[in-house]
């Protein structure tokens, strides 16, 4: 049994101890008391969640296939979490062997980000040699280096994209752009466009 598949257990198994915790609680008669029980299974329960959604997130061991990078992120920019983002996206034809729908996560994770730092929101995708380079820029104010390295914590969104993303053999960096906002940029390995198909 690989790691993965380890974890994954484990942290099905927590679910059973973790909801009979809460069942005992509501036996107590001191409401105060119990409303003290209830906040621990909770917190465990939503990192119990948490930590199984970011193994599925990186199993890309199966289901592997060509994805059209400017198909899945013209379609991600037209459905954004709030109603007055907007975002600008900016591609061209360019496709990486992947999971699509651990892709899929991942880059929207990214742009849901943006969208949350700052309504405005630019994605460019480009060629950089044989990768393909992915910037999505948010109108925010910017992060410290402090929040930057904060930002790739367990269970942090951009923790679960940059796992999904190292996954495919790519990476990602962060930096405040010059004017004003954060920059986060993806790299993943190009395949030849013709090998792809649409997402």
Request: negative net charge; proline residues 6%; contains cysteine.
């Amino acid at each position: 049994m690989d790691c993965e598949r380890l974890f994954a257990g484990i942290s099905h198994g927590l679910k059973t101890p973790i909801m009979r915790l809460k069942l005992r609680t509501e036996l107590l008669d001191d409401e105060a008391l119990k409303v003290d029980f209830h906040e621990d299974p909770d917190d465990l329960y939503v990192m119990v969640k948490a930590a199984l959604q970011s193994v599925r997130d990186t199993d890309i061991h199966e289901n592997l296939m060509s994805v059209r990078l400017d198909t899945l992120l013209g379609r991600l920019a037209k459905r954004p979490i709030h109603p007055d983002a907007s975002i600008e996206c900016t591609t061209e034809p360019l496709s990486v062997q992947g999971n699509p729908l651990a892709l899929e996560r991942a880059l929207s994770n990214l742009m849901d980000n943006a969208v949350l730092f700052g309504e405005r929101v630019q994605v460019r995708l480009t060629r950089q040699g044989a990768r393909a380079l992915v910037e999505v820029r948010d109108f925010g104010p910017g992060i410290t280096q402090a929040s930057m390295t904060a930002a790739f914590e367990p269970h942090v969104r951009l923790s679960i994209a940059r796992s999904i993303l190292q996954a495919h053999g790519g990476e990602i960096r962060l930096h405040n752009h010059v004017e004003d906002g954060l920059v986060v940029t993806v790299l993943l390995p190009a395949i030849s466009p013709a090998d792809a198909l649409p997402t």
